[in-house]
């Protein structure tokens, strides 16, 4: 096993959360591009129902664009675009529609 694929395994099982600090889940696998060598997702389980609820209710799991991640050390960090998948409650809404 070479220094890469030794990184790359070493991501699953961390924690996920946002830049706001909310927990999204766990990494459970990494979605690659092998023809240009590059990791292109992490596949993300044990999901944090309630910051997904609108989009992920009966997912086991969502892949986040590898994009989104701004920091891997003992957790990884993604954007706060991932809060932003869950469905505007009703009180927005309404506040919109005004």
């Known amino acids: 096993m070479d220094a890469t ?3 790359i395994d070493s991501l ?6 946002s830049n706001n600090g909310l927990f999204v ?4 696998d ?3 591009d092998l023809d240009r060598e590059i990791v292109t997702g992490l596949a993300v389980g044990g999901l ?5 609820a609108g ?12 994009r989104w991640v701004r920091s891997v050390g003992d957790i990884v960090l993604v954007t706060e675009a ?4 869950r469905e505007p409650s009703e009180e927005t809404e309404n506040e919109a529609a005004v």
């Open 5 to 7: 694929e030794a990184e």
């Open 12 to 17: 699953v099982g961390r924690e996920v959360y």
């Open 55 to 66: 989009r992920a209710r009966t997912a086991s799991g969502v892949v986040v664009p590898f």
């Open 82 to 85: 991932i809060e932003r998948l």
């Open 25 to 28: 889940g766990e990494v459970e």
């Open 30 to 32: 990494v979605r690659l």
């Open 48 to 52: 944090n129902r309630e910051l997904l």
